[in-house]
């Protein structure tokens, strides 16, 4: 009934196995990808013919994380797995940069790739099964994908590399690194680090490289034996239309192109597509898609010309020239912290505001429940490139946002020395290449503002490549158009002495590590620019809080008394926050936090929890109220919620017959402490009046 292929390879003492033919036999391409005991199904379909008047490729990745994978029912009230999840949405961005380059440029037939967690052990990473899982079955799929891929995670522990780290391993590695790529050149790089040098880095990819080659062999060996046939694509030749279009308006492009304004040059290019259209309307034998892209064509080659061979780029400066930058901090009155930093025509707003730990964010996973206290959030209006569009959060802004944390997250101290939570909101107010970098610069001024002791000032630059042949430029700081018309995106962020986060994506089939070396080199001399630049703003994070931060204290309680402070349902530490105005924090561990933006209500709720949970002292006077009469006595409340017995013989110095002769229920009475009697507090205030 099946015809099952099947290849197996070592790497690293692991068996991963490539299996197909048995599951999901309708896609165009399915493969099982099994490490330990983590299994990943992924599937590749392709439209078999192209939407009228589509003019792109439409690729979507899809990775799914299913919470049977790990033996576990989502929590919530919905059981089913919803909408993706931040994770979800980054592994499928990890999983398309390096397969989307890899497609012909004519092709615009629909391409779905479903990659999906099946099951999960905790040892072996689901995210780089999956990008092998999805290179195999495009490879086997005859889709005209010019792969396939491999990928490697790569650490760094004791001067020596790890590769393919479990996440417990990962906790002491200094890096965090996946590449991917194909035999002979590296498509993609994603890292964390704690300021490694640009050596290390640099071999860190070639040591994932190097490791993953042989898994590409395996996806080579498994597409031979059961690979369908290759799709014919048609290959249409437009150089005439080309001609045309260079024939009338080449000049003007080139003269729009010197336009160092990003608003004027955007409205002299919008002139010339609509006359580009106008021009071909009428002739049945070439498409509006057509024309538009030998006009897009001729833009790249007059910009890609420019550069590589005049060493002039759009806006005149040099290659590795930054463009003009400007920092300000403290701009908004009631934020904790706030920066605004503008290079060019990219400028982020970045708000800094400084929370307690149930502001964590709560993240379930296959892992489990994980609380992070280290929020970065990432947004893109459409004003922000002079347009209207949708407004909303989507994978761009997530990847965004995760790549500025990258890059601040090994800056800032540990939560023990620091137990704030801490949320940064990246609004980009404009754009011009690069906000991901802008909002990294923009993050570090505004935690220093807001006095959070980072340990030391990240900054971050965007790095562009333009590549004919064996002739290359590397670029400084890129500009939205270079970046669109350029064979790379090279994104590295870091302090003065080492990165702390990278990102690569290659448009091309790969580069050489020669050009990678350059473009390191070339990179942080552009930081170190942009951290003198910054530091104009403010060098070190400031001493002093913003009055309008919450304070914190920290208590420490026995645990025995924590239920005390808690009360029955959280009435008590509810009632405490209504009474003093402050935020109470309590851990399993017994710590007790307090923050409250006025030295009055954070003292008055302490006042309070140390009541609730001091221990009545024999001999020791207190105010107390009376809170029940019994005819043995009266039952006062003291200490918090401490409850004692005056014994109708303590009421008074001479004898007593009624007790209500001497105390009603609600009056304030003092009280001495005699002793204990099998726990309960023995009271007196014959005593304490004497």
């Given amino acids: 009934m099946f015809k099952i292929h099947k290849e197996e390879i070592e790497i690293n003492g692991k068996k991963i196995s490539l299996e197909t033919g048995k599951v999901a036999r309708q896609a165009d391409g399915a493969v099982i990808a099994t490490c330990g005991e983590t299994v990943v199904i992924a599937t590749a379909v392709g439209a078999k013919k192209v939407n009228e008047g589509q003019d792109y490729f439409p690729l979507s990745v899809n990775y799914q994380e299913k919470f049977y994978a790990a033996g576990k029912i989502p929590g919530g ?31 615009m037939n629909e391409v779905q790739v479903l990659p999906t967690v099946l099951s999960y052990d905790g040892e072996n990473h689901p995210d780089i099964l999956s990008i092998i899982a999805s290179s195999a079955a495009l490879a086997i799929s005859g889709l005209p994908f010019q792969g396939p ?16 780290p479990s996440p417990e391993e990962l906790k002491e590695s200094k890096l965090d690194l996946v590449v991917a790529g194909t035999k002979d050149a590296v498509l993609m790089v994603e890292s964390e680090t704690s300021g490694l ?6 071999d860190a990819v070639k040591f994932g490289h190097s490791n993953f080659v042989p898994i590409i062999k395996a996806i080579e060996n498994l597409s031979k034996k059961a690979g369908k046939p290759k799709w014919e694509i048609e290959e249409l030749d437009h150089s005439n239309i080309k001609k045309q279009i260079a024939k009338s308006f080449e000049e003007s492009l080139r003269k729009a192109f010197k336009e160092v304004d990003k608003k004027k040059r955007s409205t002299s290019i919008s002139e010339i597509d609509a006359k580009c259209k106008e021009m071909f309307a009428e002739d049945d034998n070439v498409t509006e898609n057509q024309a538009m892209a030998q006009l897009k064509s001729l833009e790249k080659d007059i910009v890609r010309t420019a550069i590589l061979k005049d060493k002039k780029r759009i806006d005149g400066r040099g290659l590795a020239d930054v463009r003009k930058i400007q920092c300000e901090v403290g701009l908004l009155p009631r934020a904790h912290g706030s920066a605004l930093f503008t290079r060019g025509e990219t400028q982020a707003l970045v708000v800094t505001t400084l929370g307690m730990s149930d502001d964590e964010q709560r993240l379930e996973s296959l892992d489990g429940m994980q609380r992070s206290n280290f929020m970065l959030h990432y947004n893109f209006p459409p004003f922000s490139v002079g347009e209207c569009g949708r407004i909303g959060t989507g994978r761009r802004e997530i990847g965004h946002g995760k790549l500025a944390w990258r890059a601040i997250n ?46 030391e000032p990240v900054a971050g630059i965007a790095m562009g490549l333009i590549k004919e042949g064996d002739n290359f430029s590397v670029l400084s700081d890129i500009l939205g158009d270079e970046d669109h018309l350029g064979d790379m995106d090279f994104k590295v962020a ?20 020669e050009i990678m070396e350059k473009a390191l080199n070339q990179a942080k001399e552009g930081r170190e620019h942009i951290l003198g630049e910054m530091n104009k703003a403010i060098k070190s994070s400031r001493k002093e809080f913003s009055k309008h931060t919450p304070k914190m204290e920290t208590l420490k309680v026995d645990k025995k008394d924590i239920a005390t402070v808690i009360g029955k349902g959280g009435a008590t530490i509810r009632e405490i926050v209504e009474t003093s105005g402050a935020k109470v924090d309590v851990k399993d561990t017994g710590e007790v936090t307090v923050a409250a933006p006025d030295e009055k209500s954070r003292s008055k709720a302490i006042e309070i929890i140390k009541s609730l949970i001091a221990k009545p002292e024999v001999g020791k006077i207190y105010k107390g109220k009376v809170v029940k009469i019994m005819e043995f006595g009266a039952f006062v409340n003291f200490l918090g919620k401490q409850d004692g017995l005056v014994h109708i013989s303590e009421l008074a110095g001479k004898r007593v017959a009624k007790v209500t002769d001497v105390v009603k229920e609600g009056d304030e009475v003092s009280v001495k402490v005699l002793g204990f009697d099998r726990g309960k507090v023995k009271l007196s205030i014959k005593q304490a009046v004497a």
């Fill in 77 to 107: 009230y919905f059981k089913r797995e919803a909408r993706p999840t931040e994770s979800e949405t980054l592994i499928s961005r990890l999983i398309d940069r390096p397969i989307r380059p890899l497609f012909p440029s004519g092709f």
């Fill in 494 to 513: 870091g302090t003065k002495d080492g990165i702390t986060s990278l990102q690569m994506d290659i448009k091309i089939t790969g580069i050489t590590f």
């Fill in 410 to 455: 090994s800056s800032l101290p540990k939560k023990e020395n620091f137990p704030y939570t801490l949320r940064v909101v990246s609004e980009i107010t404009e754009s011009n290449g690069s906000s991901s970098m802008a909002t990294v610069c923009g993050t570090s001024l505004s935690l220093m503002d807001a006095g959070v002791p980072i340990k």
């Fill in 149 to 164: 891929i491999g990928a490697s995670r790569v650490g760094f522990k004791d001067d020596k590399f790890l590769l393919n």
């Fill in 197 to 202: 040098s640009e050596k290390i880095m640099l």
